[in-house]
């Protein structure tokens, strides 16, 4: 879920981007996903076949 060709104009010509990991601290004031511990249910995210 990234711009590649954007990406790719800070990159050297052989790199291929293929996923971003975000590194650093978390703000002062943040204070968190209100939906993290909120979980889908396995019916809504499984299909059997």
Sequence with gaps: ????EA????LKE????????PLGYASENY???PMYNQR???KDIVEYI
Excluded: A
């Design 7 to 10: 990406l790719k104009r800070n």
């Design 40 to 42: 889908k249910d396995l």
């Design 14 to 21: 052989n790199f291929e981007p293929i996923c971003l990991i």
């Design 31 to 33: 204070t968190g996903n």
């Design 1 to 4: 879920m990234f711009d590649i």
